[in-house]
DNA sequence: CTGCACCCCTGTAGGC
DNA sequence: TGCCTACAGGGGTGCA
């Protein structure tokens, strides 16, 4: 589930359904979703078994998973990965990655159909992971400065829809939640960013949290199996699209027929007429 | 600093 | 039925 609201969703299952509990074994199924742990399968598991998951943060689309070693596990959904809570007895599937055991109750297993998502142990990153440290405060972190989130967004000189996906400038934002703010800002995504008033980014700005905040009460937006929390729940996020996912669809403000682009080899939904084209440089 | 090409993977949908 | 392509919500790297 790879957006902020339903990497959000995961946060808050694994809160309930892992902090407290004692590892008594982790299995790795496949080595690729630990590559990130540079000193290898083993020593991911050793760092692992015997502790204790205290707490679940979240920056942006990463999570990790401070423990009572000092140590904390890092994880990343990428595209398919999906934390489950499950009971021993209930089948491996074809995408399990890595197991965990406890020493009573389900079991927590991460589950990744594409493999671009993976763990890793952080030493010593229990209060912020050095591996995370590269990514912008994401809006909901009580350290997150809106001011100075409009200026770095302010000095990118490229395209605004770019620099809402560039995770240094704001965590958190993914391709359907940037249409869908840029649609409610009014905005065509290749306007460039650094001609945006300090006004009209604050007011985009306004729209990402709006809508992340949306989602994250909504459970995240699933179009299919592949995105469920950690008991495999859809979320209802994708009722309230107004772009993402329309195209030929009416504007929900305007009648006009959604539109669809290509845009940094992935689509873009917008509408002709609330979000025109920009000419030339603006 | 920036854009761009390309990489990592599996699975599905649609055209032929 | 098969075969092919395009596409899917992620990030990372190397190069110009």
Known sequence: ???????????????????GRRLSGVDVHHPRAVRRHAAGPEDFAAALVGRTFTEVRRRGKYLWLPLDSGDAMIGH?????????????????????????????????????????????????AD?????????????????????????????????????????????????YADEALWRAGLHGARPADALTGPAAHRLLGHVV???GEAIAQGGTSFDALYVDV???????????????????????????????SFMNRSSFSCPRCQPRPRGRG
């Not at 972190?141 to 829809?161: I, S």
Request: charge should be neutral; glycine fraction near 12%.
């Open 77 to 125: 959904l990428g595209m398919s990965g999906q934390f489950r809570v499950l009971p021993e007895e209930a089948p491996d599937g074809p995408h399990l990655r890595v197991r965990f055991r406890f020493a009573e109750g389900p079991q927590l297993r991460f589950l990744d159909q594409r493999t671009f998502g993976g763990l890793a142990v952080s030493r010593g990153g």
């Open 1 to 19: 589930m790879p957006e902020l609201p339903e990497v959000e969703t995961v946060r808050r299952g694994l809160r309930e359904w892992a902090v």
């Open 231 to 261: 008991n495999g729940e859809s979320g209802y996020f994708d009722r309230a699209l107004h772009v993402y996912g329309r195209e030929g669809a009416p504007c929900d403000r305007c009648g006009a027929s959604i539109r669809r682009e």
């Open 128 to 176: 912020l992971p050095a591996e995370i440290a590269h990514i912008a405060p994401d809006p909901f972190e009580p350290g997150f400065d809106a001011d100075r989130c409009v200026a770095a967004l302010r000095r990118r000189r490229t395209e605004v829809k770019r620099a809402l996906l560039d995770q240094t400038v704001v965590s958190g934002v993914g391709n359907i």
């Open 210 to 212: 709006d809508v992340l």
